[in-house]
């Protein structure tokens, strides 16, 4: 690795680490709605922006001049080139009703590409890290995706939006494809559902509606863990969809997804 990327992996690694014992330790035993956002049921804790804010002040006292990208709000252009994409908890809604799907991801990206990518999942125990071309790990040990099954043997994992109309028009998708899989997931965090398909859990994995800071880490690991990503044919991963799968399933899981419309509400 270059000495660019021990830097960020080790300031992932550690901001991580540090905002995910604090979610873990201090959760409240009274844990309420600190707001919404694009509908009432799209929740964010006052623990989302404590975690925020622990992790972006982190980053900038060891590279200040680095620019931020924050699902609770951080946003700043820097000017080093480098920028920090961060979800502080992926998985909000598991996490106040007390499900242990939940993690802190944090990733780091220069000239449009990601870099490093850390999802710390404290309930878990576990912790995923991958470098760009330097391949994917959980706990320090390699990482890597499932041989793709036929079609019909795929365990396939998913997750829905907020919004009640992309909501009926994912269900309808999910109507049509359960019946030619082996079985669906939903697990309520894309960060951990996509290093899920990197350790060999899942088969596949697709998404609408993502944001940058729910999959620039975990999609940097699963793709080094050997699955490709993308979004509709020809496209990257991103806000109209996202599909990971290993070599030999994701093409049948994208053109499917494309034939029935997974893009669109």
């Known amino acids: 690795m270059t000495d660019l990327d021990h830097e960020l992996l080790d300031i992932a690694l550690e901001a991580a680490r540090r905002a995910g014992a604090m979610l873990r330790d201090g959760r409240p035993a009274d844990l309420g709605v600190a707001a919404t956002k694009s ?7 006052e623990m989302d922006i404590v975690a925020e804010k622990l992790i972006t002040g982190y980053i900038a006292e060891r590279r200040p001049d680095d620019g931020l990208l924050g699902e609770e709000g951080a946003s700043r252009a820097g000017t080093s080139g480098v920028r920090w994409v961060i979800d502080p908890l992926d998985g909000t809604v598991n996490y106040l009703y007390g499900l242990p799907s939940w993690a802190v991801s944090i990733a780091a990206e220069a000239d449009g590409r990601t870099l490093v990518g850390v999802v710390e999942a404290p309930m878990r125990q576990e912790t995923y ?43 309808g998708v999910v109507a049509a494809l359960l019946p030619r899989v082996r079985d669906i997931r939903r697990g309520g965090s894309a960060a951990i559902d996509l290093c899920d398909l990197g350790c060999g859990r899942l088969d596949g994995y697709y998404e609408r509606g993502l944001n940058p800071w729910d999959l620039a880490a975990g999609e940097l690991f699963a793709r080094e863990a050997g699955a490709r990503t993308g979004g509709r044919p020809g496209a ?14 994701f093409e049948p899981l994208q053109a499917f997804l494309e034939a029935e419309g997974a893009w669109h509400d």
Do not use: H, M
Request: hydrophobic share 45%; net charge positive; proline share 9%.
């Open 39 to 45: 509908s009432p049921i799209d929740v964010v804790t």
């Open 129 to 171: 890290r991958a470098v760009l071309g330097r391949g994917a790990f959980v706990n320090d040990k390699p990482a890597a995706c499932r041989p793709a099954p036929v079609f019909e043997q795929a365990l396939i994992g998913t997750g829905f939006g907020y919004l009640t109309e992309r909501r009926a028009a994912q269900a």
């Open 236 to 249: 990257v991963a991103g806000p109209e969809l996202t599909v990971a799968a290993a070599p030999g399933l």
